[in-house]
């Protein structure tokens, strides 16, 4: 079945550091692929998404592009802030109908 | 419209109890999903819904846990005789029934339900 692979966390790093959390997939098809951020006390808010290989997608700084080759959809920031801290899930979608399948969660601490 | 809109927030029951939550979709979004969140995982997939049908249940959805959409625009999701291992986070979201996967949800603030 399709799944998502996140990279564990809890990530902590310093204000203007760079960030990476890698995903990885598994799908039987050809799927969408997205972002969501979860900040404390919220629900789950799109960050960004991908719809086909070597698609970009990029929201607020954040940018992620979808690697067919390596089944990737690492997400990156250049310059992290205090206000980015939050929990990160990566997910995809293969089809119209099928539900969305996350990822774990990857929290993200950025410290002043 | 304001987004997804969860109610409860929080509820806490006691083993054995019934309980139901709402779930109130963006106004023009036709499907309706659910699904449950517990600590330091990420969402699973509980069960959707297009307009008032119900087209794909998990198996993580027992015997004990019906959802509705009467109508089409509100759904429930209800829990009976609760058990310990149901407290989680239950997390609504819409999107428009446009085809295509290129769409992504928008999800509810949630319900944290605590079973002691």
């Known amino acids: 079945g399709n799944s998502v692979t996140q990279m564990e966390g809890p990530v902590t790093l310093s204000e203007e550091a760079f960030l990476t959390i890698n995903c990885t997939y598994t799908?039987?098809?050809?799927?969408?692929l997205f972002w969501y951020v979860q900040y404390p006390g919220e629900g789950l808010q799109l960050l960004l998404k991908?719809?086909?290989?070597?698609d970009k997608g990029s929201n607020k700084g954040f940018e992620a592009t979808y690697r067919k080759e390596t089944t990737s959809f690492h997400l990156e920031k250049g310059s992290v802030q205090v206000s980015d801290s939050a929990v990160y899930f990566c997910?995809?979608?293969?089809?119209?109908?099928?539900?969305?399948?996350f990822g774990k969660g990857t929290r993200l601490s950025v410290i002043a | 419209d304001t987004g997804v809109s969860q109610n409860p927030r929080h509820k806490i029951t006691k083993r054995g109890q019934n309980v139901t939550f709402r779930c109130d979709p963006i106004?023009?979004?036709?499907?309706l999903y659910w699904y449950r969140q517990t600590l330091g995982q990420g969402p699973e997939f509980l069960t959707y819904?297009?307009?008032?049908?119900?087209?794909?249940k998990s198996r993580l959805l027992s015997d004990r846990f019906s959802a509705e959409r009467p109508k089409g625009s509100f759904s429930t999701l209800e829990i009976q005789r609760t058990e310990q291992g149901d407290s989680a986070m239950y997390l609504c979201?819409?999107?428009?029934?446009?085809?295509?996967?290129?769409?992504?949800?928008?999800f509810g603030s949630g319900t944290r339900l605590t079973v002691v």
């Open positions: 991908a719809t086909k290989a070597d």
């Open positions: 997910a995809l979608s293969e089809w119209g109908n099928t539900p969305l399948v």
């Open positions: 979201a819409s999107r428009p029934g446009t085809e295509g996967a290129n769409y992504g949800y928008t």
């Open positions: 799908a039987t098809g050809y799927p969408s």
């Open positions: 819904f297009q307009n008032e049908a119900q087209l794909e």
């Open positions: 106004s023009e979004h036709n499907r």
